[in-house]
């Protein structure tokens, strides 16, 4: 069974800084990972995908790589803004996904 | 990107009652659905695999019974919470596949509080 953890839980960071939000999972045929952005109370926006073969996929100031030897992905965000406090979560499969716990974002001005 | 909406976004209902929770793709059919639900300050857990034109899958734990779920035509999935209870309430999720990659698609959520 397929586990998801992402850590750290919460991450309070200044404007401007650049960060590391870490994922991991236990079963390495994963199909694909997925980044999410959850705001309070909404739904989920898709971030970034990475197949299955891909190492990593970039947008904007987002970049997530995927190492599947080691069962982990990693998403960097460049230049934080206040505007990406949020919670972010990684899934992994390819239809029914597992979910991680999340890491809250907070982006201070 | 497709577009997936939810409705009702929020809703208030009696103990004993049923829920009905719509979930459509807007711009692109889609033959499986996938119902989540997520309690506060935690994660999404997968409910049930929604297939149009047969019956539903539903994960381990889940009563489906309790959660009827159609799947009503290429681009609607019902849900529809029976005898709800305060227990029930929580944030359900609906999700579409899109045609490439399977790169999934999440409506905005529907907020379930039963009184």
């Known amino acids: 069974k397929q586990e998801v953890t992402q850590i750290p839980a919460a991450l309070s960071v200044p404007e401007g800084e650049n960060l590391v939000l870490n994922c991991s999972f236990t079963?390495?045929?994963?199909?694909?990972l997925q980044w999410f952005r959850q705001d309070p109370g909404k739904g989920l926006t898709s971030l970034l995908l990475i197949q299955s073969s891909q190492r990593e996929q970039t947008s904007g100031r987002l970049n997530a790589s995927l190492d599947k030897s080691s069962g982990r992905s990693t998403l960097y965000i460049a230049a934080s803004q206040p505007g990406d406090s949020a919670t972010y979560l990684c899934a992994a499969g390819i239809s029914r996904l597992t979910f991680g716990e999340g890491t809250q974002l907070t982006v201070n001005p | 990107g497709a577009v997936v909406s939810q409705h009702p976004s929020r809703v208030i209902c009696k103990s004993g009652t049923s829920v009905k929770i719509e979930c459509r793709s807007l711009d692109f059919q889609a033959t499986t659905m996938f119902w989540y639900r997520q309690f506060p300050k935690q994660s999404l857990m997968l409910m049930a695999t929604s297939n149009e034109g047969s019956k539903a899958t539903y994960e381990q734990g889940v009563e489906k019974d309790k959660f009827l779920i159609n799947h009503a035509s290429l681009t609607l999935s019902t849900l529809t919470v029976t005898s709800a209870h305060p227990e029930d309430s929580s944030f359900y999720i609906c999700?579409?596949?899109?045609?490439?990659?399977?790169?999934?698609?999440f409506g905005p959520g529907t907020r379930l509080t039963v009184t």
């Open positions: 999700s579409a596949p899109g045609t490439l990659h399977y790169e999934q698609y």
């Open positions: 079963d390495s045929a994963i199909y694909n």
